[in-house]
């Protein structure tokens, strides 16, 4: 067990290309080291300074930028035995007084330095850079030591091909480049929903719910591969959907795709009028149906993702810097999860969302709206409310059974127990007062989530309940005074 970190879920790296016997002896000396001190994979980009010292790569999903949506303060969702490493980092980080430094938006490992040595490699910086960090400004000079010390490491664990940061970027364009942007600009409290890809080839189901859809949503959500399941792809899902005239917003997960699919994807979407993409991390391999594939880490996480495709669109070049002729259009978003973490967390992990370039953050399902509230009043105390539009969850519930399996197994969910008695007393009654119930109860959550200023829309989602989604999207009273103040 590491004497800092949780212990690692996947061994160290290994190095592409053999490397001389001296130089094996010391990396593997280096490997024991940290291993034992930090439970270090070898990545060959140590980001310890910015985590409180606790080591990332012991996260099952290996992710760089924070917790996912899955997490719980108890354990890690892929191995319950073990704690979460984000929870252990960002717990230490609050203790010691360094959570702002966890704002630094975190390199995607080169697969060209995992496994090799970084003494050395910091040895050789430091040897080449006038700048210093000097000794001898440690007794004379400290305060321009620090700030030596901090502009030397940021240099080493920031590759010239990333430079990520802690600010804030704005769009570089003016004119909105989709429909749900233009119509958030100009003020408008949107609809959007959610629809399952199909299982199949066939389109015909697919029409028939699109085209009940028509004219009530600003913007048709398609699942990309949730649950590690396959489907239609959300791409193809979004060209069928542009087709019929409505407005889709593609999600992307990073879970099955290297950082070449990803920038080829959202390359090929732009080209066909896809103007919208969601951006996640992606459920784990390991809630996929059997047989799963190898529990190995992600190539990206959300927060990288959305870094590449900002700077494709807004700065004209690829992650490995070739220039980009004709940049690809798009408004990004990233998910939301005000139940699953606390606050002063989740708004830590939207803020390096918003900074990396979300655009609009679509929520879990809103079943509380006192402690929703407190998810926006934190996000408003880093300013993050006038950077990106919020749109909130609302899942109506088909029955009673529904209700307590996603209170119990879907993170990130959470239903009072008031709003469980509400669906069991309508399950005494029968099936179709259970479904009516389940309407009421999500009427009443969209009527107070339309009062809310810092709400910009509703994002409607229901689980193979087609026409619930259906029935809601095209309530008058759900419609009526969407025009946000």
């Known amino acids: 067990m590491p004497l800092f970190s949780p212990r690692r879920f996947q061994p160290p790296f290994q190095p592409i290309t053999r490397e001389s016997l001296p130089l094996r002896l010391f990396t593997g000396f280096e490997r024991t080291s940290k291993g034992a001190l930090f439970g270090c994979r ?23 930028n924070g917790l996912c949506g ?62 210093g960090p000097h000794p001898r400004d440690f007794i004379f000079h400290p305060s321009k030591f620090k700030a030596d010390w901090e502009q030397f490491f940021y240099a080493l664990r920031q590759p010239s091909w990333w430079h990520g940061d802690s600010a804030y970027h704005a769009p570089a364009y003016t004119e909105p480049v989709s429909g749900l942007e233009s119509r958030l600009r100009a003020g408008e ?16 189901d697919l029409m028939k719910r699109l085209s009940a859809l028509a004219g009530h949503v ?60 969601l951006c996640l991390s992606g459920d784990h391999h390991a809630f996929g149906r059997s047989p799963v594939a190898v529990s190995d880490q992600f190539d990206l996480d959300v927060v990288q993702v959305l870094w590449i495709l900002r700077r494709m669109r807004d700065e004209g ?33 939207a803020e390096k969302k918003i900074n990396a370039g979300a655009q609009f953050i679509q929520t879990q399902p809103v079943f509380d709206v006192p402690r929703f509230t407190e998810w926006l009043e934190a996000l408003d105390r880093r300013s993050l409310l006038e950077k990106a539009y919020v749109l909130a969850g609302v899942a109506p519930l088909k029955s009673a059974k529904a209700a307590r399996f996603m209170a119990a197994k879907v993170p990130g969910i959470y239903i009072p127990p008031e709003i469980i008695a509400r669906m069991d ?51 008058d009273h759900v419609l009526a005074g969407t025009a946000t103040a």
Not at 438 to 449: C, D, H, M, N, V
């Open 218 to 277: 600003a913007g048709v959500n398609f699942t990309d591969n949730a649950s590690a399941s396959a489907r239609m792809s959300s791409l193809v899902c979004s060209k069928i959907a542009l087709d019929a005239g409505l407005e889709p917003v593609m999600q992307l997960q990073a879970r099955d795709r290297s950082r070449p699919v990803i920038q080829s994807e959202v390359l090929g979407a732009a080209a066909l009028g896809v103007r919208n993409i």
């Open 317 to 349: 070049k690829y992650l490995d810097g070739r220039p980009i002729k004709k940049r690809p259009q798009y408004f990004l978003g990233a998910a939301g999860s005000p139940f699953g973490v606390p606050p002063k967390y989740e708004a830590i992990r």
């Open 425 to 475: 007393r309508a399950a005494e009654v029968g099936k179709e007062a259970e479904q009516e119930e389940g309407i009421t109860i999500a009427r009443e959550f969209i009527e107070a989530l339309k009062q809310i200023k810092a709400v910009h829309g509703l994002h409607i989602m229901a689980v193979n309940w087609d026409s619930a989604v259906a029935r809601l999207v095209q309530d």
């Open 70 to 131: 899955d997490a719980t303060p108890e354990h890690c969702s892929i191995d319950p035995s073990r704690p979460c490493t984000w929870y252990v980092i960002y717990d230490r980080a609050e203790r010691l007084g360094r959570t702002e430094r966890l704002l630094e938006i975190n390199a995607p490992i080169d697969g060209a330095r995992a496994g090799r040595e970084t003494w050395l490699e910091a040895l050789r910086l430091w040897r080449e850079r006038a700048a």
């Open 42 to 64: 070898m990545c060959g980009n140590c980001i310890l300074q910015e985590t409180a010292f606790v080591c990332p790569m012991t996260c099952p999903k290996g992710l760089r």
């Open 189 to 204: 409290f949107v609809i959007t929903t959610e629809v399952t890809p199909p299982l199949d080839v066939s389109t015909d």
